[in-house]
């Protein structure tokens, strides 16, 4: 049974690909999101959203 | 771009496009929901079509799906992106003109789509039934749309591009990748076309499509939208921006790859099956990583739900996501998907995503912009609080009723009696058991309406009270990021925008490429002595109504290889008997039973009496009347020229049948209608519509040379 589900499993070598590849893609990120001296950057640029001066405004 | 960072400069943002988005997005809701809402009744109650042919079950829920979609959700990132844009590159929108012609043609796209699926005119491609000149049109307006987007990042005041602008990036990319691979098609008239694709191609290529429309239509731009708009709201800066790098990444690179998890257990080869299993299972991380982020971000803040009550409406969206993408890689393993697939499970899945999700983070992004854009404030608190409440039981109606649906017609379908039998062998008595369950879904989808209707109210007295002047303000900016660069490093670095959106184009392309391209040389995985015999012009005429009828929205033709599945329809489906199907008809949704081995099973009056009226043949039957198939006249001589359109894209006929394809059709259709009229059926049907299809339906599953 486990053979006949198997001989179904053709081209694993491209399962394969998928998976390496997206797994040194995901250590890519994760180290290049760490990198050294990035923190005042990060902090500029997450309160971009908050720096446009768009106000509420009141009924009148 | 020589200006200096200390220039204080006044401009203007364009508001008045985001208004146009914005009051399109409210009245296209109403239109995608009213659809939903006779849908869900039709199937409750099949007389609901009105025994009218353009709202018929089949018809319109191609017309919900794209106006939910393309309409609503459409509108609604329009309009965010162009909001918020502006705002987070400290400029205008590059063009005025472009703007309005992304409107106005987007505008246009939905108005012929309203008008040609109910007339029937549809690839019978889910969410991509549009026929070719739409297909045209809306790659001329998407382009219009990256033009104008990417001009403006070009000529931003910001250098430093924010988090929520990577997600409009990668949108309008992969969109337009998505949108263009997907519709290659040969036309054979003004509405009308086939797919280069065939058999598990065109599966394989939809469900790319099919999966990435959900993932880069309604996820990545809706991302973008909860990283500008809930930090807005909540008046703090978003929980992690590290964490959002790398959702964006992983998501963005991992989404692409799971379209296969719709095929699951079908004659796709299988290593695609598990590629898409397993990407889809990693994308639990991702998307949970975001969904944390967008909650975490109201840390500190939960205090304004009482006196900010829209953000309600953002949070409740931000979970149905998590809810949503928990439950999305669930159903794609595959043991699970052998259960929950073609049940009304999917049903509930996709509407607590785009009800949930996409629903509420519009209203809350709307709730958020007109009082600003109109500069006043919300007419009433107390009916946005009461629309919350109302829309959210109804998703939660809506959801539970469909999953218990699901599961309760899933575990029918699998039922087998200890002598090896099937527990309900009649198709019926699964449907039956689930109509009280869909008038529940009715009810979930009237009180989200009901909610909705107290937004329009809410909406339009708040425009209505907005102050008569409405001159623009000018905005004071200065250009901000441009100096560290020169000082660090070179001028190519002004590029990054280009830079950034090829790596967003890499990271879609690796998994578009590795899964698709192995499928393009098909006959790889065909063995020669299971080749099928092409369909007869009539069968090609008789699929071109199964297709116009949108009968694949509820019958699929794909048998899986699962012990109850074979016990109920015949042997599983083979990559051979839709070789030279364009497109493919396996379709999602088993509302009914699976076709795939239809022919010959009952006699041609079976048929002819089942389309004029379902229960006399089979009791309590849900399926609409089809009066009008005995009424309408085939067209006999364009199928010379479907034929040749379908010899170009390589189905063998010989030339002989295609010069003579009328011929050939009116002969078979004289034999079915001499075998009809034999039997008791009304004379004078040869020419009719009804015909074609009978001629269509005998024909499946009997294609193989195989014994």
Known sequence: MKQEGLSFFTDTYLTILGLVIFFLFFIGVVVWVNRKNVRDYYNSMQSMPLNDGELSYERK | ?707
């Open chain 2, 1 to 707: 771009m020589n200006t200096p960072s200390n220039l204080i400069e006044k401009i203007f943002y364009d508001d008045d496009i985001v208004k146009k988005f914005t009051l399109a997005t409210m009245i296209w809701a109403l239109a995608a929901f009213l659809f939903g809402l006779i849908a869900a009744l039709q199937l409750a109650y099949w007389p609901m079509n009105g025994n009218l042919e353009w709202i018929t079950f089949g018809r319109l829920r191609p017309l919900h799906t794209n106006a939910a979609i393309f309409a609503f959700g459409g509108n609604a990132i329009f309009a965010g992106i162009y909001h918020s844009s502006q705002r987070l590159l400290k400029t205008r929108l590059f063009s005025d003109v472009l703007s309005k012609i992304h409107f106005w043609g987007w505008q246009l796209i939905i108005v012929a789509a309203a008008i040609t699926l109910p007339l029937g005119y549809s690839h019978g491609k889910e969410y991509a039934e549009l026929e070719w000149p739409i297909d045209i049109a809306i790659a001329a307006i998407w382009v219009v749309f990256a033009v104008n987007f990417f001009m403006t990042i070009r000529q931003r005041r910001e250098k430093h591009l924010y988090v929520a602008l990577w997600f409009y990036i990668a949108t309008i990319i992969t969109v337009a990748v998505l949108h263009i691979v997907n519709s290659i098609e040969i036309p054979v008239s003004f509405m009308k076309s086939y797919p280069i694709y065939a058999g598990i191609q065109d599966a394989l290529v939809q469900w790319w499509y099919g999966h990435n429309a959900v993932a880069f239509f309604l996820t990545t731009p809706f991302l973008g939208l909860m990283y500008y708009y809930v930090p807005k709201a909540a008046n703090r800066p978003v929980y992690s921006y590290r964490l959002s790098i790398v959702h964006f990444w992983s998501l963005v690179f991992l989404y692409i790859w799971a379209g296969p998890h719709h095929l699951l257990y079908t004659s796709l080869p299988e290593w695609a099956q598990t590629l898409g299993m397993i990407f889809s299972l990693m994308l639990w991380a991702p998307s949970w990583g975001g969904m944390i982020n967008g909650l975490l971000t109201l840390k500190g803040s939960w205090h304004l739900l009482r006196t900010e009550p829209l953000i309600k409406f953002f949070v409740a969206g931000v979970t149905f996501y998590g809810m949503a993408t928990f439950e999305g890689p669930l159903l794609s393993i595959k043991s699970v998907s052998a259960l929950g697939h073609y049940t009304d499970w999917i049903i509930g899945h996709v509407h607590s995503g785009a009800l949930g999700w996409n629903g509420f983070m519009t209203f809350g992004m709307i709730y958020y912009l007109v009082p600003r854009l109109w500069r006043t404030e919300l007419y009433s608190k107390k009916l946005l609080e009461n629309h919350f409440w109302i829309g959210l039981t109804g998703i939660l109606f809506y959801y539970i009723s469909m999953v218990t649906a699901g599961l309760t017609q899933g575990m029918m379908w699998r039922a087998i009696n200890k002598d090896g039998t099937l527990t309900y062998p009649d198709f019926i008595e699964t449907v039956v058991r689930i109509v009280p369950l869909y008038w529940i879904r009715a009810l979930g989808g009237a009180l989200f309406l009901v909610g909705f209707s107290m937004m329009c109210y809410n909406i339009y007295k708040t425009i209505q009270l907005a102050p008569a002047d409405q001159k623009p303000e000018a905005q004071v900016v200065t250009r901000s990021g441009f100096d560290e660069i020169s000082k660090s490093s070179h001028r190519n670095l002004e590029g990054m925008g280009l830079a950034f959106s090829i790596l967003a184009f890499l990271a879609i392309a690796v998994g578009s490429i590795v899964e698709i391209y192995p499928t393009l040389s098909i006959h790889k995985y065909i063995s020669a002595d299971k080749i099928q015999e092409p369909y007869t012009p009539l069968e090609i005429a008789g699929r071109d109504i199964y297709i116009k009828e949108g009968c694949y929205v509820c019958h699929s033709q794909q048998i899986r290889p699962i012990v109850s599945e074979v016990l109920r329809y015949g042997k599983a489906s083979t990559i051979e008997e839709s070789m030279y199907d364009h497109p493919f008809q396996w379709g999602s949704k088993r509302t009914g039973p699976d076709l795939s081995r239809e022919g010959k099973k009952y006699p041609n009056l079976w048929h002819y009496t089942h389309m004029m009226d379902p229960r006399s043949v089979t009791q309590k039957s849900i399926m609409p009347n089809y009066p009008w198939l005995a009424e309408k006249d085939t067209d006999f001589l364009i199928l010379r020229k479907k034929l040749s359109v379908m010899k170009t894209v390589g189905v063998p006929y010989e030339n002989e049948l295609v010069a003579n394809a009328d011929i050939h059709a009116q002969k078979q259709a004289l034999e079915i209608t001499a075998d009809l009229e034999k039997n008791g059926a009304p004379k004078g049907l040869e020419k009719k519509e009804i015909i074609a299809l009978i001629a269509y339906l005998q024909a499946l599953g009997q294609k193989g040379k195989m014994p």
